[in-house]
Antibody, heavy 125, light 107 residues
Framework: VELEESGGGLVQPRGSLRLSCTTS????????MSWVRQAPGKGLEWISY????????HYADSVKGRFSISRDNARKSLFLQMDSLRPEDTAVYFC???????????????????WGQGTLVIVSS | DIQMTQSPSSLSASVGDRVTITCRTS??????LNWYQQKPGKDPKVLIY???TLQSGVPSRFSGSGSATHFTLSISSLQPEDVATYYC?????????FGQGTKVEIK
């Protein structure tokens, strides 16, 4: 299983950027996916989720209305369109595969079982 | 949003010591609690999911317990390769939230 993010870089405030996450080693269309970010020296923040078919999408309030998640199952790829960027969006952005486990108590809640190495986005003038 | 509070924020222990990290949530989340390890400059790795289930390939010195609002991650015998920051994360309700992290160092 491999996930590789790309598309990060330096962008001015109020600018846009599109991140990509290319995957291999698993049947991409069968898995839910998320984006998680980490500001420099800070903790992890989940920002967006997309279901396996792409029909179910959720966002954290911090990015709602500015970011848009999508996927192309034929290309085994996940995307994050980021508009109206702010300095506080500066972070490493990880794509992560989600999985639900099975224990003797039943199906578990989702967890992130594979992550990419991350791509750095810097929002600064 | 469900608030996650980890303690301590950092700890220093000797090789071979037992280490315990606590995660408390602002509301009951049953067992919808996951633990991750992140080494400097690397992506996080899942250690424990559903509060106590060890992810495949993770050393058995790691264990998790708890339910409702109180959870713990334990390392039975701290090893040099365990130097990392550890995060709890709830998957009970959106937005999924992480604890602030616990940095583990070797004394």
């Amino acid at each position: 299983v491999e996930l590789e993010e790309s598309g990060g870089g330096l962008v001015q405030p109020r600018g846009s950027l599109r991140l990509s996450c290319t995957t291999s080693g698993f049947i991409f269309r069968n898995y839910e996916m998320s984006w998680v970010r980490q500001a420099p020296g800070k903790g992890l923040e989940w920002i967006s989720y997309i279901g396996d078919s792409g029909s179910t999408i959720h966002y954290a309030d911090s990015v709602k209305g500015r970011f848009s998640i999508s996927r192309d199952n034929a290309r085994k790829s996940l995307f994050l369109q980021m508009d109206s960027l702010r300095p506080e969006d500066t972070a490493v952005y990880f794509c992560a595969r989600q999985k639900r486990g099975v224990t003797r108590f039943g199906v578990t809640g989702p967890y992130f079982d594979y992550w990419g190495q991350g791509t750095l986005v810097i929002v600064s003038s | 949003d469900i608030q996650m509070t980890q303690s301590p924020s950092s700890l220093s222990a000797s090789v071979g010591d037992r280490v315990t990290i606590t995660c408390r949530t602002s509301q009951s989340i049953s067992n919808y609690l996951n633990w991750y390890q992140q080494k400097p400059g690397k992506d996080p790795k899942v250690l424990i999911y559903a509060a106590s289930t060890l992810q495949s390939g993770v050393p058995s010195r790691f264990s998790g317990s708890g339910s409702a609002t109180h959870f713990t991650l334990s390392i039975s015998s701290l090893q040099p390769e365990d130097v990392a920051t550890y995060y709890c994360q709830q998957s009970y309700g959106l937005p999924w939230t992480f604890g602030q992290g616990t940095k583990v160092e070797i004394k």
